[in-house]
């Protein structure tokens, strides 16, 4: 029974908890990944359209060529030059391309091509070997209409208002580091964590991703960001070492779980979660259970999920003492992170009865 349990959350992991890039990469063919692995000569062609036609894209192009070079790529221009992989990058003021399907995949992702959107967008994509795989991204501007709002900024050329926009999009737009993951560059990605320059921001985005592939050379580099005193890079760090699941993170997660900051314990208590479920590792649940007594409602919540991806009978009593004391507050439906707090307690003590029902 406890194989049955780890086969079915690691199925959980895999098609549930994010890991777009793997579960791509595997649909790729050895060849392909060996030639994506190392991919340093990207071809770099931009497009940009408004309503009166092609225009300028020298602008865009910039921003997309800067930021491939600041990941450390050799980037072309010229098709002619030998190249490893090309990156498009269409740019338009009416956005005419339908986008990726209506759910699942990458659909479901914040940066996805979106079916609904018509407004100035652009639309990242990379061929390898002239094929276009199966990596779509899309960055968008605030505002779905760009005559209206180049009306409002008192910008005489609404076509140059929405691409200049989405120039600042695009260069706040990480893209090369999701690149990278997707190219499966793990090498890449931690010289660029442990780059002095690197922001706080794109720490984050590249532990991220270095959970999302797995990654356990990345390991000892996220143990040492579990205890960066930016707390969003140590949290960022603790779910990804859940997600690469060594068994040896662990004990170092309930530590961090114990003694860290809120922000960091609820982190913890998520990559426990994984972790514990993953490996049918049930000394998770004590720790786990003892975290029950936070304060913190944003931990508590946490605790409970991971609680529910690992059902054993002893979380049953304190959960069920947790659901009874939610339905005395009269405020939790209108308080959202209570709100959140009791559907986790609900959803978890269903976990447990069923996992009891079919033992």
């Known amino acids: ?156 050329d609404a076509g140059l208002y929405a691409m200049t926009k989405l120039r600042e999009r695009l260069e706040r737009y990480d893209f090369p580091i999701l690149l990278a993951a997707e190219w499966g560059q793990e090498d890449r990605l931690l010289t660029l964590l442990d780059d002095p320059a690197a922001t706080s921001t794109r720490k984050v985005l590249i532990v991220a991703q270095l959970g999302d592939i797995f990654s356990t050379k990345a390991v000892p580099h996220l143990l040492s960001a579990l205890k960066e005193p930016d707390l969003e890079i140590a949290q960022a760090a603790a779910v990804a070492l859940g997600n690469i699941g060594q068994k040896e993170s662990i004990p170092v997660l309930i530590e961090a779980m114990k003694s860290g900051k809120p922000e960091l314990q609820a982190a913890a208590a998520k990559g426990l979660g994984i972790l514990g479920s993953l490996h049918s590792d049930f000394s998770v649940i004590t720790p786990l259970i003892e975290a029950l007594k936070n304060d913190d409602v944003g931990v508590k919540t946490e605790v409970v999920l991971a609680l529910g991806k690992l059902p054993d009978k002893r979380s049953y009593e304190p959960l069920f003492a947790l659901y009874k004391s939610l339905q005395k507050m009269h405020s939790t439906d209108s308080d959202p992170k209570q709100k959140k707090l009791k559907e986790a307690v609900n959803y978890t003590l269903k976990q447990i009865d069923t996992w009891e029902y079919i033992q």
């Not at 406890?2 to 086969?7: A, C, D, P, R, Y």
């Not at 994506?36 to 865009?60: F, Y």
């Not at 990941?71 to 990726?100: F, M, N, S």
């Not at 199966?134 to 005559?147: C, H, I, N, S, Y």
């Open 1 to 156: 029974m406890k194989l049955f349990m780890g086969v079915f959350f690691l199925l959980f992991l895999v098609t549930v908890l994010g890991a777009d890039v793997f579960a791509r990469r595997d649909l790729l063919t050895p060849k392909q990944k060996e030639a994506l692995e190392k991919v340093d000569r990207v071809l770099v062609e931009v497009l940009a359209i408004t309503d009166q036609g092609q225009t300028d894209a020298k602008p865009l192009a910039e921003a997309a060529i800067r930021q491939l070079k600041e990941a450390g790529y050799t980037v072309l221009t010229d098709p002619a030059q030998p190249h490893d992989v090309e990156v498009k990058i269409k740019c338009e003021q009416r956005k005419v391309w339908e986008g990726t399907s209506a759910s699942g995949g990458d659909a479901d992702l914040p940066d996805s091509p979106s079916r609904v959107w018509k407004g100035p967008a652009c639309q990242l994509a990379y061929l390898l070997g002239g094929k276009k795989m199966g990596w779509q991204k899309e960055v968008r501007t605030d505002f779905p209409d760009a005559l209206k709002a180049a009306a409002e900024a008192h910008a005489a």
